[in-house]
């Protein structure tokens, strides 16, 4: 994987301008998809970026018609997605040979430290899913995967 295929894009540095502090309780309104990482992309979120989170953060996610977030591991950090919308095929262990489906509706959990890479199955249809990490952070310790190391 590529430094460019790993890199961030769009708006990263001024998260803060989409959430409200409501005294106690950060509001995050309906964000369109406005930055991307690996292929996804995602709307603002809420993380340690943008309120005083210092253990989570969370956010919306989408991967194209026929996308694929390349293998990766998530360093020292848990990570729960609901499903809203479409089926992604997870590869992932060691040479990432193992292999799970989701689909709409569907919950998972991933270890932290679990190579995996993720395929949406269709060609035709978006996967839309809600991504949260233990993380406050978010894309900070994550790191490539070399699916021929293992």
Known sequence: MTEEELSLTGQQND????????G???SLRQVE?????NNIEYGAGLSGKNTPSTGL??????????????????VDFDVMIYLLKGSVRHEYGPGCR??????????????????????NTSDTEWVHAI????????WQNITPYDRESD
């Not at 998809?33 to 990482?37: E, F, L, P, S």
């Not at 991504?131 to 978010?138: C, G, I, K, M, P």
């Open 131 to 138: 991504v949260s990490r233990s993380d406050a952070s978010e």
């Open 33 to 37: 998809k406005i930055r991307g990482w």
């Open 24 to 26: 106690g309780i950060w």
């Open 98 to 119: 193992k292999s799970v489906v989701h689909t709409a509706g569907d919950m998972f959990y991933i270890e932290p430290g679990l190579p995996h890479e993720v395929f």
């Open 57 to 74: 953060s969370m956010n919306r996610a989408y991967i194209p018609p026929g996308g694929i977030a390349k293998a990766h591991i998530h």
């Open 15 to 22: 998260l803060s301008s989409f959430v409200s502090d409501e």
